[in-house]
């Protein structure tokens, strides 16, 4: 048998169209979302592939300075440092690739349902279904969901390879390191993927050949064994990589962590989460980004015992029961974290979906599309798988959508969820990025209120106050964040900022160097003691820590700038020229560029003509910029001096 039991190629692409397809508007018009501004644009990291060994020995945050989070996604990281030096930190690539790469994981799941001897209509239909499933939007459409996909893919494959050979006595040596392989490669994707071995023993149990039920799970279970010592492995690296300085490592970060007040509140908790999961695969008609699961909730599982009963009754048992349980225990592995979080985000049912649509698959066609089905039976399924299909892709569209723009998500959430604390934040900072930051405070008060503790809600709150030009009143409220998260280089990084908008440049110094003493490697803490040390006239030092910066970061355009300008304010006139004149390349900063050249040619290498060409250029090219009465000014003064006339006075010189 191939790898995709017999499947034509032709077939093959169309699952592959009908799994990226959707997603086509999204990647067309979406930006960056949510996190991806901390881990992809803001993530300095990225930008230079000799940083891949670092992705392995911290986790996820540590990039952005934040000391300890305990999400452990080197791959992730390795992907995205990949994708930014072939193409930069563009947002259509990043979404590309995750549509690229779901469309592997339906292909991984058509080859493994064919390797357990589901039929080849059960497995396109069961492929076919996962790939338009509308809980995946927010995996796919959404670029720092990219360790769900890794995790699935290769949690697929380590089962789609070890079935290659008799899992009576399981691969020969070569095929048992390359499943292993592939474990850790899913473990490495996303702690979820302790999922993997499960996956393989319900693989393993499905294409056992012994007679009997009990044979069959010893079967799996025997199979399994040796990858989760590899679990136990990658839990203890993992433990090595993100311990908190000072501390003895722990396996583990305690996902039981349930903030109730008792343990029955937190297995009606867990009941619960499974009910929405379980439900909203077989009826995702809600699509609230976050959800804090309760009570009602439960009904949504019991949608779930019509799809086991179909599909334990219709199809061969063992392989349905097989595929059911994965999806029950995939979904535990999954939302161990959920409930100290305080939230439901569909993208942890993308791993449980797979044993849902498979099982639903092979309902189906063992009902409609067996040898003994009449003509009837086979249009009725067809009709039925017809209808799933459109069905769900007219759900899924909208949502891809929705994930391609922030404010939308945070728009659409807000009234769903009103007293979550995460979605009360981030819909009052998008308030604030579409200058309504008066609305905003109240929201951020109220987080405070429900997060006695968080540093979320202070900092916030400032942010709105510095928006309408309260920096005195922000300053207060910067440091009460400080104080509940003082590891935090960010929150310094704003507090030195209200101090320098105030003129405090002193204060600003000092407070931008505890941000950099926090984490050395940001190109912004760099970038902005820099600027504040110019403002204050140390323009050698100034220079030294935008150099750095620009190490870090050598494609920022602010910085590039701000470098050119220095060079000429501490002698270096050829080389702000030349700078300059590099920069007049881009359409992003020629504009910026003429303007600094005027300066150069007007002041430090006085050549007025040049000078005045700069100035024209530059007014050409931004004609609403801010400054640009004071550059029609000068443009008047440097016309009438070439033409010897007395010049006019203008109202200010162009400032550098």
Not at 220 to 247: D, K, N, Q, W
Request: aromatic share 8%; charged share 20%; glycine share 6%.
């Amino acid at each position: 048998m191939t790898a995709f039991g017999g499947a034509p190629r032709w077939l093959l692409a169309a699952i592959a169209a009908l799994a990226i397809a959707p997603h086509v508007p999204s990647i067309a018009t979406g930006g960056f979302v949510f996190d991806d501004q901390l881990q992809i644009v803001e993530n300095d990291q990225i930008r230079d592939l000799r940083n891949l060994p670092r992705f392995f020995a911290a986790d996820v945050w540590a990039a952005i300075g934040v000391p300890y989070s305990s999400y452990y996604r080197p791959l992730m990281y390795t992907t995205f440092a990949v994708e930014t030096a072939i193409a930069g930190p563009v947002p259509w690539i990043f979404r590309a690739t995750n549509a690229l790469l779901h469309a592997a994981v339906c292909l991984a799941i058509l080859a493994l349902m064919r390797r357990t001897g589901a039929p080849l209509a059960a497995a396109v239909l069961a492929a076919a279904l996962f790939a338009v499933h509308p809980m995946h939007a927010e995996v796919v459409a959404w670029p720092s969901a990219r360790p769900d996909l890794l995790m699935a893919l290769f949690a697929l494959l380590a089962s789609v390879v070890y079935l290659r050979s008799p899992v009576e006595h399981g691969p020969a040596l070569p095929g048992f390191f390359g499943v292993g392989a592939l474990v850790m490669l899913s473990l490495f994707s996303k702690e979820s993927g302790v999922a993997a071995p499960v996956l393989l023993g319900a693989a393993v149990m499905m294409r056992s050949p012994r007679p009997t039920a009990l044979g069959r799970i010893g079967n799996g279970v025997s199979a399994s064994l040796p990858y989760v010592a590899l679990v136990a492995v990658f839990l203890g690296i993992r433990s090595f990589a993100i311990r908190v300085p000072g501390t003895p490592p722990l396996v583990g970060d305690d996902p039981l962590r349930f903030p109730f007040s008792s343990w029955p509140d937190a297995a009606l908790h867990v009941v619960a989460i499974a009910g929405r999961y379980l439900g909203g695969m077989l009826v995702p008609l809600e699509s609230s980004f976050f959800r804090v699961p309760s009570w009602e909730h439960v009904a949504w599982g019991l949608a779930f015992v019509p799809l086991a009963i179909a599909a334990l009754a219709a199809a061969p048992w063992s392989r349905a029961a097989a595929w059911l349980a994965f999806a029950f225990l995939a979904i535990g592995v999954q939302s161990t974290g959920i409930p100290s979080a305080g939230y439901l985000s569909q993208r942890y049912a993308y791993l449980p979906s797979v044993g849902v649509c498979a099982a639903l698959g092979e309902a189906i066609a063992a009902a409609c599309f067996t040898a003994a089905a009449s003509p009837r039976q086979r249009r009725a399924g067809l009709a039925l798988a017809g209808v799933l299909l459109l069905a769900w892709t007219a759900l899924l569209v909208p949502r891809t959508l929705e994930w391609a723009d922030e404010p939308t998500l945070w728009r659409k959430a807000f009234p769903r969820d009103p007293d979550s604390p995460a979605v009360l934040t981030n819909y009052a900072y998008q308030l604030v990025d579409e200058d309504r930051a008066a609305e905003a405070i109240p929201l951020f008060r109220r987080v405070d209120e429900l997060e006695p503790g968080s540093w979320a809600a202070p900092h916030g709150e400032a942010n709105a106050l510095v928006a309408l030009g309260r920096q005195r009143e922000a300053i207060a409220l910067y440091r009460r964040a400080i104080e509940r998260a003082p590891m935090i280089p960010q929150l310094r990084q704003a507090l030195a900022a209200a101090h320098e908008d105030l003129g405090e440049y002193d204060a600003a110094r000092d407070v931008y160097r505890q941000a950099l003493e926090l984490f050395p490697d940001s190109a912004l803490s760099h970038g902005m003691l820099g600027t504040v040390l110019a403002k204050a006239g140390d323009d050698a030092e100034a220079l030294r820590l935008l150099e750095e910066a620009l190490r870090i970061r050598p494609d920022d355009p602010r910085l590039r700038i701000n470098r050119a300008i220095l060079l000429a304010r501490v002698g270096r006139v050829d080389e702000a020229i030349a700078a300059n004149e590099a920069m007049r390349a881009e359409p992003l900063l020629a504009a910026e560029a003429d303007h600094n050249l005027g300066i150069l040619y007007d002041r430090y290498r006085p050549d007025p003509a040049r000078a005045l060409s700069h100035y024209e250029a530059a007014l050409r090219r931004a004609p609403d910029r801010a400054d640009a009465a004071v550059l029609r000014g000068r443009i008047a003064q440097l016309r009438a001096e070439l033409d010897g006339r007395a010049a006019p006075a203008p109202d200010a010189a162009p400032a550098d």
